[in-house]
């Protein structure tokens, strides 16, 4: 069992930054591919950007590749998202999600635990 709780969301201009961060607790989380999905007003949620285990492969959808950075840091069970040149479409509520693949996957139905995400707004 993994317990996600994301933070760092907020109000930003557009072009501005934000850095989302996901803590987890509970079992090894070294041992679980992380992702992060968005859900925008009256859409379904889509991928954003995932990492593998150790960190070493990451990635993102077409929309956000060469904005967006994920990373982790396994030692202290967090994962990052680094927003930048954000904008108005970016506006969503932002979840982290853990699941036990090996390889990154970008359905929503390979992730077995998620956070209560955390909300992204940008101003245009």
């Known amino acids: 069992q993994v317990q996600l709780v994301e933070s760092g969301g907020g109000l930003v201009q557009a072009g501005g930054s934000l850095r989302l961060s996901c803590a987890a607790s509970?079992?090894?989380?070294?041992?679980?591919?992380v992702a992060w999905f968005r859900q925008g007003p009256g859409q379904e949620r889509e991928f954003v950007t995932a990492?593998?285990?150790?960190?070493?492969?990451?990635h993102y959808a077409d929309s956000v590749k060469g904005r967006f950075t994920i990373s982790r840091d396994n030692a202290k069970n967090t994962v990052f998202l680094q927003m930048s040149s954000l904008k108005p479409e970016d506006t969503a509520v932002y979840y982290c999600a853990a699941g036990s693949t090996y390889t990154i996957r970008l359905a929503l139905s390979s992730y077995n635990y998620w956070g209560q995400g955390t909300q992204v707004t940008v101003s245009s």
């Open positions: 990492i593998n285990r150790s960190g070493g492969i990451t």
């Open positions: 509970g079992r090894a989380f070294s041992s679980y591919t």
